[in-house]
Every structure is written in structure tokens, then in C-alpha cells.
């Protein structure tokens, strides 16, 4: 159980384009999904929060005009990162948590994003 | 704010040989405490957890104990493998923000030869 799904897993994008990648609780509801960015061999940083049927509460530093997050349904939130450049070229991991049971993420395998 | 420090990689361990992976945390609250295994091109995997003070959490041949007294929660196992290798992830959970935000350490990568 509590299995998390993210699609795609690697995409490949031409700069200045829109890219959405979707995360979605497969056998559960999760009231909270929280989006994360990792660079190579580092840790997880954490960019926004979002609570099924609400806005997403975003990281400092972390753009939100950029970083599109909807959470329109109990299983589903998508990353749309707008306008990407090379720079956002990362790995961006989803996580989801139970109503009553916020202290444990179950994590997605992740998304490869490569803009060239 | 709250923080979490793992000690640094890469350890470079034989198979069978004994692992610890040292990790210490700061924090306001009675926080959470969990150790996360990610292996190459893939998300994390929730390795063990411990929810208050003097816990063992345990999976896999893995342990570690919420040690409030040293904020420690190092990650052991007596016998490693080489399918162990991976990057370990320590992180807490502050329960004072009903969101369940997750705080994570640097990573420790882990190799472990044949």
C-alpha cells in the first residue's frame, strides 16, 4: 500500500517551453502532497505544499508564477514548471501524506527534467 | 529553525562489515525522526522511523534510536550488502506544523564492494 506514481519519469524540453508533471497517490487519499527539487548528489529541498482543494503554500525563494502547482482531487497534484530554462534541468520528487497521519511522506520515484 | 546534520560521504564499506551512519538533529519541538534510503534514479523509500524519545525504529537489518538526551538518531546495521548501496537520508518531521513538513540531512552515500 501507499503507493505514489509520477509521470513522466524523464523528459527532455527545448527552453522556453511548459513541461507538467503529475503526481498521483495510487491506493490512498492524500490530503497534502508536498513537491521537492534535488540536484545531483545533494539533499532534497523542499518548494511548496499543497492541500487538495487549495493553493499551495510555497517555499521562500521559490517562484510561483513558475512552479504551477494544482491539487484539484485527493489522488492527483501536478508541477508545471512555465517557461523552463536550463537552469531548472533537475529532479523533482513528490511526496504525499494521510489526513492524521501528516508526519510520514510517501515518496514518488521522481522526474527527470532536462531542458535543453 | 529546525535543522538536521548527517556525517559525510561516500562511506566505502566491504559486504558484511558493520555501518554506522551518525546523524544529529536541532529542533524546538518533540519532533519525528526518520531515515530515508534513495537507491540510483529513484525516489526515497521510508527506511525506519521512531515517533518519541527512546524509540528503536527498525527495518531490514537497520536500526536506529531516538536519543533525545545526544539529539541523535544514528543509523546502524550489522551486516552489510551490497544491494545496501544507496544514499541514506536522515530527516525530521516537526509536529508543530500540521502540514508534516519533512526536514532533510545532507545525504550519506553508501558503497559497499563485494
Known amino acids: 500500500g501507499a503507493v505514489v506514481s509520477q509521470h513522466p519519469s524523464r523528459v527532455i524540453c527545448k527552453s522556453g517551453t511548459s513541461v507538467k508533471i503529475e503526481c498521483r497517490s495510487l491506493?490512498?487519499?492524500?490530503?497534502?502532497m508536498f513537491w521537492y527539487r534535488q540536484f545531483p548528489k545533494q539533499s532534497l529541498m523542499l518548494m511548496a505544499t499543497?492541500?487538495?482543494?487549495?493553493?499551495?503554500?510555497?517555499e521562500q525563494g521559490v517562484e510561483k508564477d513558475k512552479f504551477l502547482i494544482n491539487h484539484a482531487s485527493l489522488t492527483l497534484s501536478t508541477l508545471t514548471v512555465t517557461s523552463a530554462h536550463p537552469e531548472d534541468s533537475s529532479f523533482y520528487i513528490c511526496?504525499?501524506?494521510?489526513?492524521?497521519?501528516?508526519?510520514?511522506?510517501?515518496f514518488g520515484p521522481g522526474t527527470r527534467l532536462t531542458v535543453l | 529553525g529546525d535543522s538536521v546534520t548527517q556525517m559525510e560521504g561516500p562511506v566505502t564499506l566491504s559486504e558484511e562489515a558493520f555501518l554506522t551512519i551518525n546523524c544529529t538533529y536541532t529542533?524546538?519541538?518533540?519532533?519525528?525522526l526518520f531515515w530515508y534510503v534513495q537507491y540510483p534514479g529513484e525516489g526515497l523509500q521510508l527506511l525506519l522511523k521512531?515517533?518519541?524519545?527512546?524509540d528503536k525504529g527498525s527495518n531490514k537489518g537497520f536500526e536506529a534510536t531516538y536519543r533525545k538526551e545526544t539529539t541523535s538518531f544514528h543509523l546502524e546495521k550489522g551486516s552489510v550488502q551490497v544491494s545496501d548501496s544507496a544514499v541514506y537520508f536522515c530527516a525530521l518531521s516537526d509536529r508543530n506544523n500540521q502540514g508534516g513538513k519533512l526536514i532533510f540531512g545532507q545525504g550519506t552515500e553508501l558503497s559497499v564492494k563485494p
Open positions: 511526496s504525499a501524506s494521510v489526513s492524521g497521519a501528516t508526519d510520514t511522506q510517501y
Open positions: 491506493d490512498f487519499q492524500a490530503t497534502t
Open positions: 521512531a515517533t518519541k524519545a527512546d
Open positions: 529542533a524546538t519541538g518533540y519532533p519525528s
Open positions: 499543497s492541500n487538495e482543494g487549495s493553493k499551495a503554500t510555497y
